[in-house]
C-alpha cells in the first residue's frame, strides 16, 4: 500500500511523523488561507482558519483510524461520516457569520472561505497533499486576486463586506 494512500490508511500506518505531517500541513493551509482575512481586519483570520483546518483533519485521521479499528474487529465503519458531520457544523459556524443588513449581505466571503478552510483539513487529514496544495492555492488567488480584479471592473459598486 502507498504511504499516501490517502483513505485507504489503516492504523497500523499512522506513525507519529505520519500524523504531525497530516495534522501540520492541516493548520498551515488553513494559516495560509485566513491570511487574507487577517489582513483585512476581519475576525475570522489566521488563528480561527487554521483552527478549523486542524480540527478537520484530527476529525478526518480520527475517522479513519476508527473504520481501521472497526474493520479489524470484524465490524463496518464508514469513515465518509466525519466528513458529511463536519460539513453539517461548518455550515451552522458559517451561518452565524453571515448576517444581511438592508440590502447589503456582510461576511459571505469569510464564511465561504473558513468552508474551504476544513476542506483543507479534510484532504490534508486524509493524506491528498496534492489536492489540499491546488486547492489552496486557488482559495488564494479567489480570496486575493480576484477580488483585486473586481475593484477594476466598471460599475462595480460593491463593497468587500468579509
Known amino acids: 500500500m502507498h504511504r499516501y494512500g490517502a483513505m485507504e490508511s489503516t492504523f497500523e500506518n499512522f506513525t507519529a511523523l505520519e500524523l504531525l505531517e497530516r495534522l501540520g500541513a492541516a493548520a498551515l493551509l488553513g494559516m495560509v488561507l485566513g491570511l487574507d482575512r487577517e489582513l483585512r481586519g476581519f475576525a475570522a483570520g489566521i488563528r480561527t482558519h487554521g483552527i478549523l483546518a486542524l480540527s478537520a483533519a484530527v476529525v478526518v485521521v480520527s475517522?479513519?483510524?476508527?473504520?481501521?479499528?472497526?474493520?479489524?474487529?470484524?465490524?463496518?465503519?464508514?469513515?465518509?461520516?466525519?466528513?458529511?458531520?463536519?460539513?453539517?457544523?461548518?455550515g451552522f459556524v458559517g451561518a452565524g457569520l453571515v448576517f444581511a443588513r438592508h440590502r447589503d449581505v456582510h461576511n459571505l466571503t469569510s464564511a465561504a472561505s473558513l468552508i474551504l478552510a476544513v476542506?483543507?483539513?479534510?484532504?490534508?487529514?486524509?493524506?491528498?497533499?496534492?489536492?489540499?496544495?491546488?486547492?489552496?492555492?486557488?482559495?488564494?488567488?479567489?480570496?486575493?486576486?480576484?477580488?483585486?480584479?473586481?475593484?477594476?471592473?466598471?460599475?462595480?459598486?460593491?463593497?468587500e463586506e468579509g
Do not use: C, Y
Open 63 to 90: 475517522g479513519l483510524m476508527l473504520h481501521a479499528a472497526a474493520r479489524q474487529a470484524g465490524g463496518e465503519a464508514d469513515p465518509l461520516r466525519v466528513v458529511q458531520g463536519l460539513f453539517q457544523a461548518v
Open 119 to 159: 476542506s483543507l483539513g479534510i484532504a490534508a487529514g486524509a493524506g491528498h497533499w496534492v489536492l489540499a496544495a491546488i486547492a489552496t492555492g486557488l482559495g488564494l488567488v479567489l480570496l486575493t486576486l480576484v477580488r483585486m480584479a473586481e475593484a477594476w471592473l466598471p460599475g462595480n459598486d460593491k463593497r
